[in-house]
């Protein structure tokens, strides 16, 4: 390679300087641990913010214009899913019902739980059953519970086990996993929509969501269309999750709170690289004006100065992705309901921050380097 000796001596001069040179990769490593650490944190809030859509899995979702999250629907009359039925384009349409409501154990502890309410006929939507038999739930009185994080807050149910919701006798007849835990920290239980809407009380309209199948995706702007005409809105489960995106990001506190920390991040490993690269510099004038005095040119100097940067944010980049994926195992292994997750938007963002710190760097360096005469060098 054209450059290959003059990064050669920048590599050695780099590695030379110990102290330096593991500074520069504590202050990197850190940056990127941060930084990587707090946009994990908000990818596994929205994942789980996600879960009722995920886990039910319905190509489109009609709604109330102000629901803003899953979890908390606006109830709607049942003539909108008698009217979804009937659209062109509309394959089948199934109600969909999701409220919350306090159980009383056989201990005598009350505890919250998510109820959703599926249609009876066809039980659209509904988890894949770890125990049990998916018949039983037309049985009197009957649920199935979610085996997830917050499976041990109903004392580890088994089938056959009694409780009382709302003064009506539950019983488990099915345990099941779900794609995605919830994010609200309580257990969830399914069981059929009618039985739901007359055990959880709520206003007269007990309709929270209709699911729709399109006959295709041709067919979606025109069910839209007709359900804006009804004066409601219909959502494909991704600009769904768009809205819960949204709503999480900017009308919540979660998602300035998580852009503050990752800026703060950025700016301490911007402050440590920074001044760390440019003491290094400082202490290595006599080489490079020594370099420049036997022949080197400006730009081999750059080519060099940007090489000694960037292999250190590099290695930097790989330590901190290192050191937040084992922080973020070890947190799942003792906190089940710890919700973080890395995602390859987390990685590529990290990656272009770290690759701005290193960029700033050696423009620092680089314009302290290029100042340099070799006489004013050996003068000294």
Partial sequence: MRYSGILRIGF???????????????????????????????????????SPVTNIGAAMWI???QVNTATSPIPMPGYVLDATRSMDGV???VPLFMGGAQVRLSDGKNQGVNVVGLDDSSLFGRPV??????????????????????????????IGMTFELNDHRGTIVGIARVASNGLNGVPTLYTTYHRAVEYIPSTRFTLSYVLVQPKSLAAIAGIKRQVAQLGY????????NNKITHYYTYETGI?????????????????????????????????????????????????????????TALIGYGLGIGLVTLMIEIARYRLPNYAAMITFGNLGMAFGMVLLIAGISSYIGIRKVLKIEPFDIFRG
Avoid at 19 to 48: D, P
Avoid at 143 to 153: I, L, N
Avoid at 233 to 240: G, L, N, P, R, S
């Fill in 233 to 240: 809105v219909a959502f494909t489960k991704e600009e769904f």
């Fill in 63 to 65: 709604m109330d214009t």
């Fill in 255 to 311: 998602g300035t709170n998580i852009l503050l920390m990752t800026i703060i991040s950025f700016i301490v490993g911007l402050s440590i690289s920074g001044q760390t690269f440019y003491t290094f510099i400082l202490e290595n004038l006599e080489k490079f004006g020594a370099l420049k005095a036997i022949g080197a040119k400006s730009r081999e100097l750059i080519y060099m100065i940007l090489f000694m940067s960037f292999f």
């Fill in 129 to 158: 059953l770890e125990q049990g038999n998916i018949q039983d739930i037309y049985a009197d009185n009957t649920f199935f519970v979610v085996h997830d994080a917050e499976f041990s807050k109903l004392e580890n149910p088994k």
């Fill in 12 to 50: 050695k001069l780099l590695v030379n300087d110990r102290s330096k040179f593991l500074a520069l990769l504590i202050g990197i490593t850190f940056a990127v641990f941060l930084m990587m650490e707090m946009t994990a944190m908000f990818a596994g809030i929205l994942s789980r913010a996600f």
């Fill in 91 to 93: 394959s089948y349409a």
